[in-house]
């Protein structure tokens, strides 16, 4: 009370107390679906009275704490990729976050890490042991499954005669569809091997057929 008053007959007026820091992951939810070694960013809303930009924060990974991410952040948000993903199991992401004052807070995510079933391809044309004559356009066209229908991490490597074809997709469409034409086959037997990876599992596939004589 004798502070009080000295500070205000002084002319000062007492500074306004220090509120907690706030911290929450907004991103993924509680409950996302993610398979082993695919690739997240979690990520947490920031907020302070001296602004989240002078917060001291830290990431901690259990069971493995040695995981590396990276991390990244701004005034009202902080970010920590793992480009790698985690291993199949249940996962604790923590962030803490400490103001000049040594208040802090916490703010804590459980993932399930599944199993990674791999994708699987298939060719639609050209059928096996089919016959074209020469000159004709050459149709290749399949399909790629995923367990949960994502197409966006699926990649597509073309082999045998496909090598380098003018048009072949590298990415399925989003109904796992990839089709393109090749011309100029010479005659002969051809192989078409195709390998669709989600980065981490893959499967490939081959198909025969035969550029005949006119």
């Given at each position: ?10 002319g ?21 679906d ?22 001291a ?93 994502d ?26 569809a ?37």
């Amino acid at each position: 009370m004798v502070f009080t008053l000295l500070v205000q007959a002084c002319g000062f007026s007492t500074p306004p107390p220090n509120e907690d820091p706030v911290v929450s992951i907004t991103s993924p939810e509680t409950g996302a679906d993610f398979h082993e070694y695919e690739p997240l960013t979690v990520v947490a809303s920031l907020d302070d009275d001296q602004g989240g930009s002078n917060l001291a924060l830290s990431w901690s990974i259990e069971p493995d704490p040695d995981t590396i991410g990276n991390e990244f952040r701004s005034e009202e948000e902080a970010s920590l990729y793992l480009g790698d993903g985690l291993p199949q199991g249940i996962w604790t992401l923590s962030i803490l976050v400490v103001d000049e004052f040594q208040a802090s807070a916490e703010s804590t995510l459980t993932l399930q890490m599944d199993e990674n079933d791999p994708p699987s391809v298939k060719f639609d044309e050209p059928q096996a042991d089919a016959e074209y004559g020469a000159g004709d356009s050459v149709g290749v066209s399949v399909t790629v499954r995923q367990r949960d229908d994502d197409m966006s991490n699926i990649t597509l490597t073309w082999g045998g005669s496909a090598t380098g074809a003018k048009g072949a997709p590298d990415r399925p469409n989003a109904d796992g569809a990839a089709i393109f034409y090749i011309d100029g086959l010479a005659r002969g037997r051809h192989e078409i091997t195709v390998t669709a990876s989600d980065g981490v599992n893959e499967d490939t596939e081959a198909v025969a057929f035969r550029i005949a004589a006119n």
